[in-house]
């Protein structure tokens, strides 16, 4: 069974520009998690969808967007790229939305901002 | 302000030496506390507590959970070179509602020497 998958992997952009990432959850898990996680720290939350709706977000500027489709696959929107944007992007899924404990990781995006 | 912290930020250790990581927490709402293993990309999932005092063994790590001192111990006895990778320690706790998330610290870089 597939786990979480993201694409792309890999992704250079330079300032100013729009990016955008995407997210396959477990194959029934119906909440989808986005963190940011910058060289040297720990991963940061910055959405959760449910059921297609959001139902937590970061302390991230509304440059960030994100969104979920009928299929439980998600997407993140970064506007207005800014050098700090440069991190890797993780997505997680889990079953049900509080158990975010038992939610599992994919293997990010690596986003370069130049 | 929801806060993770994680010490020390790394440690060199030589093959067969034993290691504690810690971390603390100060969060409202507080649930449970997970540690992940980080090697490449996506974090794995290594221990949840809930439960003060009670150890949570799985090969040669253990952890435990104090929720009066709010920290939590992460050792690793017989440490080899696989066990080199970046340790995260993540609180999860209510963000309002009946919504969760996950709160991480900066993580434990442990490099193990042959």
């Known amino acids: 069974d597939a786990g979480v998958t993201q694409s792309p992997t890999h992704l250079i952009k330079t300032r100013g520009q729009h990016v955008t990432l995407r997210c396959s959850p477990i194959?029934?898990?119906?909440?989808v998690s986005w963190y940011q996680q910058v060289l040297g720290q720990g991963p940061q939350f910055i959405f959760q969808y449910y059921e297609k709706e959001e139902r937590g977000r970061g302390n991230f500027p509304d440059r960030f967007s994100a969104r979920q489709f009928p299929n439980y696959s998600s997407e993140l929107n970064v506007n207005a790229l800014l050098l700090g944007d440069s991190a890797l992007y993780l997505c997680a899924s889990s079953l049900v939305r509080p158990r975010v404990e038992t939610q599992y990781f994919g293997p990010g995006t690596r986003l370069l901002v130049l | 302000e929801d806060k993770v912290v994680q010490s020390p930020l790394s440690l060199v250790v030589h093959e067969g030496d034993t290691v504690t990581l810690n971390c603390s927490y100060e969060?409202?709402?507080?649930?449970?506390l997970l540690w992940y293993k980080q090697e490449k990309k996506a974090p794995t999932f290594l221990f949840m507590l809930t439960s003060s005092g009670i150890e949570k063994k799985s090969g040669r790590l253990s952890s435990i959970l104090d929720k009066k001192e709010l920290f939590s111990i992460l050792n690793i006895t017989a440490t080899q070179t696989g066990d080199s990778a970046i340790y995260l320690c993540a609180s999860c706790h209510n963000s309002g509602g009946s919504n969760y998330k996950l709160t991480f610290g900066k993580g434990t870089l442990l490099t193990v020497n042959p």
């Open positions: 194959s029934g898990h119906k909440s």
């Open positions: 969060v409202t709402n507080f649930r449970s």
